[in-house]
């Protein structure tokens, strides 16, 4: 569900040739690995819109949108949440529970 920008993403916002470049090698790897799956990979950049928020919110009500989720925290283990995303494994969302 996340990766880096790809060049075609640089291409739309019309990034200078510098961050082009940047994201070619940054975004190297995941698209190789996403070629030899034969699966489209592509970023998207998100901004912050209430009307599509409520939208995907009635998607995941409907049950049409059903998010993963790896491993939840406790509000008190924040900090084990955090090394545990950082090392990779995570396989969906890591939740920290605030109640």
Request: hydrophobic share 45%; proline share 6%.
């Amino acid at each position: 569900m996340s990766g880096p920008p790809t060049p075609a993403f640089s291409a739309e916002f019309n990034l200078p040739w510098y961050v082009k470049l940047a994201t070619f090698f940054l975004s190297s790897k995941v698209r190789r690995t996403a070629e030899k799956q034969n699966i489209d990979y592509k970023f998207l950049f998100m901004k912050v819109n209430g009307y599509k928020l409520a939208k995907i919110n009635g998607l995941v009500d409907a049950g049409k949108i059903i998010p993963v989720i790896d491993k939840v925290f406790p509000f008190a283990q924040t900090n084990e949440a955090l090394k545990y995303v950082e090392n990779g494994r995570a396989k969906g969302k890591v939740v920290i529970k605030m109640i």
